[in-house]
């Protein structure tokens, strides 16, 4: 229902007889499977055969959060517990978990828009029959269904039900499992993301999924430490890849990593001088190859490390030493390399906006107004980005007005 | 995303003839939504029916046909979709989640149904209160997010759905408003933007629901405006239309999450307006048919040919639809209704 990228047919197509029947029996396999997994969770039958049903179901349709939460109340309610003869309370249980087991008619195609429900709901299960399981057989389970998800997730890698089901499966084997099997699990999630992201270096579910995994890698139940080094050096892996100079995503992530990279080094002001010195000569080197001074990515980060230096409350992340001159000596040095930079790439309209707001920057740093020949530069470079960039004319017309009214002053 | 009251924009469009708003194929596109039996692709979508139904409902409302789907069938099908916990899912007997517990309550809201909701509606207390706890009792009251359902996944989306719910509820004392605002701005990156957990990488589909719930608890103010139209108005390629980050392909379902939520920070005007009018426009099919034959062609009434894609010459869907003609109402397309960005 909601499509991308799949090309409309020129006129819709008549489908022949035989075309509509094989429609009409796929139709009632799917529907007579649908029947047949409600009927029997209904029975309470948390069986393997069942679990089994739902994987073909699942298979044909992944967006069918319904039965991702059957498979859950399948393990959860039978088969985890009868994997194991352990006996100890699982620490949580979920909440309100119910078993619908409204029936959905296969019988005649009525209308669904005047069908109406005959919800009837069985009893809950009893949360204290839920047991945490031994490594045996849950563990198997796992296992077997973190493999079953593969697949499908790299068919469908932009399904939310996938990843949400995948976080799950392994929170659970944190409950039932000893940390140790557990921390196994998830350093084996390390490896399937950096899959997934090799696949599609963009994936947002991906790069949410990593630093979830990450984040439950470095804790104390499973008994890390932090990780801070090797993600950044995966970022900086990442961003010298193919395409890696315009994956956003990488340099976002990086602008994270950095301020808890600093700190666990424990970087004095000389150090963290010195890294902000690499991270512009690693973007502005970026800036000189590959025709990338177009490229926007690369303009947010370099934004990001400009925010370090103007932004009052980004100080801390990369600067938190730096006195107001030496930040004023920055942004001028970066004004004038911006300066440079178009000599080589005078139709670059990244650069004329950065020119415009660090020069307002940097009178606001030193509490005065624009000085002549700055207000004169900075007319310039509007009227070239006028003309470089005709979308986005409301946003130059409101910079003219903030520069003929001299607004940028301190406030 | 609803209707709010007062005239539609007047004036006459700049844009060339064969590039107008199909308004008829689009309603009869939606009215045959629901007659898809024979397809297989209508049972593989039935997760999306709730959702379905308040896209398509929407579009009629721009559309100036808000009695296109009737009234009371619409209702029984919401109501059909309810659980016993007061939740709602996305088809009958599918489970409850926030996504279309929102969906539901904007449908309710659409066509005046929220005294048939409490003389009908399940879950404890019944009627709006049962819908209203069932999304209250998803609020993490530690951190002041939202899960989506009882399995516990956490996203900004959620949080808009909760709140967007409980204020046409008018039961936002039922949830920390406070709290989630305060999610919100941990959301925050350096760029202005917001992701779906603090954290994650500025979205614009994640953006527009954080907008969007700042919005509806009267708290814009924490937002960077200036850095976050900034990016938001780069969204805009050469094509005009909108994408969702940096360095994507546009899509007409950006045009409605960018464009609403440059609506709702003042900065609507720093995207070129005609220019996604116009891209909008080539994304219906009919269209293309259009530059083929010509104006006059019997095939624009061909109800098949109603509907809106995400891209010129793709599949055209319902969720698109919606989107693009919201998009174009917030542009002031001539003859639409007004759309309120939140
Ligand atoms: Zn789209």
């Known amino acids: 229902m909601a499509s991308h990228g799949i090309a409309r047919p020129a006129a819709s197509v008549q489908r022949t007889e035989e075309q509509l029947q094989e429609e009409h029996r796929k139709i009632q396999e799917y529907r007579d499977l649908e029947d047949l997994i409600r009927t029997k969770v209904a029975e309470r039958q948390y069986t393997v055969e069942v679990l089994n049903l739902t994987s073909k179901l699942l298979k044909a349709n992944p967006e069918y959060y319904t039965i991702w939460n059957v498979r859950r109340r399948l393990l959860i309610y039978g088969l985890f517990s009868k994997s194991s003869d352990s006996s100890s309370p699982s620490k949580v249980s979920p909440s309100t978990s119910r078993i619908d087991t409204t029936p959905v008619s296969s019988t005649q195609p009525s209308d669904s828009v005047t069908t109406s429900s005959e919800a009837s709901n069985t009893a809950l299960p009893d949360p204290s029959s839920q047991n945490p399981g031994k490594n045996g057989t849950t563990l198997d389970l796992i296992k077997a269904d973190l493999e079953f998800l593969f697949p499908i997730m790299v068919g469908w890698p932009k399904c939310y039900w996938l990843w949400n089901y995948r976080l799950w499966l392994l929170q659970e084997a944190n409950k039932r499992l000893d940390p140790i099997t557990a921390r196994k699990l998830w350093t084996q999630e390390l490896t399937l993301v950096g899959k997934m992201l090799v696949r599609d270096s963009r994936?947002?579910?991906?790069?949410?999924?990593?630093?979830?995994?990450?984040?439950?890698?470095?804790?104390?139940?499973?008994?890390?430490?932090?990780?801070?080094?090797?993600?950044?050096?995966?970022?900086?892996?990442?961003?010298?890849?193919?395409?890696?100079?315009?994956?956003?995503?990488?340099?976002?992530?990086?602008?994270?990593?950095?301020?808890?990279?600093?700190?666990?080094?424990?970087?004095?002001?000389?150090?963290?001088?010195?890294?902000?010195?690499?991270?512009?000569?690693?973007?502005?080197?970026?800036?000189?190859?590959?025709?990338?001074?177009?490229?926007?990515?690369?303009?947010?980060?370099?934004?990001?490390?400009?925010?370090?230096?103007?932004?009052?409350?980004?100080?801390?992340?990369?600067?938190?030493?730096?006195?107001?001159?030496?930040?004023?000596?920055?942004?001028?040095?970066?004004?004038?390399?911006l300066k440079e930079m178009l000599e080589d790439a005078d139709d670059c309209k990244w650069i004329y906006d950065a020119l415009i707001e660090y020069t307002m920057s940097l009178s606001q740093m030193e509490q005065r107004q624009l000085d002549k020949d700055e207000t004169e530069d900075c007319k310039l470079w509007l009227s070239k980005l006028r003309v470089l960039d005709r979308l986005r004319g409301g946003r130059w017309d409101d910079l003219d007005k903030e520069l003929s009214g001299s607004r940028a002053l301190v406030q | 995303m609803s209707l709010v009251s007062g005239p539609g924009h007047a004036g006459p469009s700049s844009l060339p003839d064969e590039l107008q708003l199909a308004i008829e194929p689009h309603v009869k596109y939606i009215q045959s939504l629901?007659?898809?039996?024979?397809?297989?692709?209508?049972?593989?979508?039935?997760?999306?029916?709730?959702?379905?139904?308040?896209?398509?409902?929407?579009?009629?409302?721009?559309?100036?046909?808000?009695?296109?789907?009737?009234?009371?069938?619409?209702?029984?099908?919401?109501?059909?979709?309810?659980?016993?916990?007061?939740?709602?899912?996305?088809?009958?007997?599918?489970?409850?989640?926030?996504?279309?517990?929102?969906?539901?309550?904007?449908?309710?809201?659409?066509?005046?149904?929220?005294?048939?909701?409490?003389?009908?509606?399940?879950?404890?207390?019944?009627?709006?209160?049962?819908?209203?706890?069932?999304?209250?009792?998803?609020?993490?009251?530690?951190?002041?997010?939202?899960?989506?359902?009882?399995?516990?996944?956490?996203?900004?989306?959620?949080?808009?759905?909760?709140?967007?719910?409980?204020?046409?509820?008018?039961?936002?004392?039922?949830?920390?408003?406070?709290?989630?605002?305060?999610?919100?701005?941990?959301?925050?990156?350096?760029?202005?933007?917001?992701?779906?957990?603090?954290?994650?990488?500025?979205?614009?589909?994640?953006?527009?629901?954080?907008?969007?719930?700042?919005?509806i608890a009267k708290r814009i103010d924490v937002v960077n405006v200036d850095k976050l139209g900034r990016w938001l108005s780069e969204r805009q390629v050469p094509a005009g239309g909108l994408n969702g980050r940096p360095e994507k392909l546009e899509d007409v379902c950006y045009s409605w999450w960018v464009s609403s939520s440059l609506a709702m920070i003042g900065k609507l005007h720093w995207i070129d307006g005609s220019k996604l009018t116009e891209f909008i426009l080539k994304c219906q099919v009919c269209v293309e048919i259009l530059q083929l034959v010509g104006s006059a062609d019997k095939k624009l009434q061909d109800p098949e040919r109603g509907g809106i894609a995400d891209r010129p010459g793709d599949m055209v869907d319902v969720f698109h639809t919606v989107f693009g003609i919201a998009g174009l109402s917030l542009l002031g397309y001539p003859g639409l209704e007004d759309v309120d960005p939140v």
């Not at chain 1, 990442?238 to 700190?263: C, Y």
Request: charged letters at 20%; aromatic letters at 12%.
């Open chain 1, 203 to 337: 994936n947002f579910h991906g790069w949410r999924y990593r630093r979830i995994v990450v984040d439950e890698l470095e804790s104390q139940h499973l008994q890390g430490t932090s990780m801070v080094e090797v993600e950044f050096e995966y970022t900086t892996k990442v961003i010298r890849g193919q395409d890696g100079l315009s994956n956003f995503s990488a340099w976002h992530r990086r602008s994270k990593l950095i301020p808890k990279l600093l700190n666990e080094r424990g970087t004095d002001d000389a150090g963290r001088r010195q890294f902000l010195d690499d991270e512009f000569d690693t973007i502005i080197t970026a800036m000189y190859t590959d025709a990338f001074p177009y490229a926007q990515s690369v303009w947010f980060y370099y934004q990001f490390l400009m925010t370090t230096l103007t932004d009052s409350v980004r100080h801390a992340t990369i600067t938190s030493n730096f006195t107001q001159e030496d930040r004023i000596g920055y942004l001028t040095r970066q004004l004038s390399i």
């Open chain 2, 34 to 215: 629901d007659s898809r039996r024979d397809e297989l692709e209508h049972w593989l979508t039935e997760h999306l029916r709730l959702n379905g139904l308040y896209w398509g409902l929407t579009a009629l409302h721009l559309l100036g046909r808000p009695d296109a789907l009737p009234r009371n069938e619409t209702i029984d099908f919401v109501l059909s979709c309810q659980s016993e916990n007061g939740g709602f899912g996305a088809a009958p007997g599918h489970d409850a989640h926030l996504l279309y517990t929102c969906s539901a309550v904007q449908i309710l809201a659409m066509v005046d149904g929220f005294g048939e909701l409490e003389s009908r509606g399940k879950g404890e207390g019944g009627g709006k209160l049962a819908v209203g706890k069932y999304i209250a009792n998803l609020q993490n009251r530690s951190t002041g997010t939202f899960a989506g359902d009882e399995w516990g996944e956490e996203d900004t989306r959620f949080l808009y759905a909760s709140l967007n719910g409980l204020s046409l509820l008018k039961m936002l004392d039922l949830v920390d408003v406070n709290r989630a605002v305060e999610y919100i701005v941990s959301c925050a990156n350096f760029d202005g933007g917001y992701g779906s957990t603090p954290g994650a990488e500025s979205h614009s589909g994640q953006i527009f629901t954080c907008l969007g719930a700042l919005s």
